[in-house]
């Protein structure tokens, strides 16, 4: 059973930076494809970014986020600049195991789920 920690979020303002953090434990993380969803109050969980195994990566926010792992750590990275008031949200790490080079953008697709990391921005 894989389980995933998200850290690394918090309070900033706008125009700053965070960059969130997710551990995974109980697999070989390196047979993972790994993602990245947010979930705002009242609104649907979206994609905001994705990252193969072998490290190809797509995300759904242009220029200013970037997703990027350390297979020797077990850990995903989100960075995040030029933070805005509307990406403020419920931050949350997707994991699943894939024999394929694969980028995963669809939440549906990921197996396992880390309880989620809160971003506000706000000034």
């Known amino acids: 059973q894989v389980q995933l920690v998200e850290s690394g979020g918090g309070l900033v303002q706008p125009g700053g930076s965070l960059r969130l953090s997710c551990a995974a434990s109980?697999?070989?993380?390196?047979?993972?494809?790994m993602g990245w969803f947010r979930q705002a109050p009242g609104k649907e969980r979206e994609f905001v970014a994705a990252?193969?195994?072998?490290?190809r990566s797509a995300d759904s926010v242009k220029g200013g986020f970037i997703i990027s792992r350390d297979n020797a750590k077990n850990t995903v990275y989100l960075q995040m600049n030029s933070l805005k008031p509307e990406d403020t949200a419920v931050y949350y790490c997707?994991?699943?195991?894939?024999?394929?080079?694969?980028?995963?953008?669809?939440?549906?697709?990921?197996?396992?789920w880390g309880r989620g990391t809160q971003v506000t921005v706000s000034s």
């Open positions: 997707a994991a699943r195991e894939t024999g394929w080079e694969v980028v995963v953008s669809t939440a549906h697709e990921y197996t396992y």
């Open positions: 109980g697999g070989a993380f390196s047979n993972y494809a």
């Open positions: 990252i193969s195994k072998y490290g």
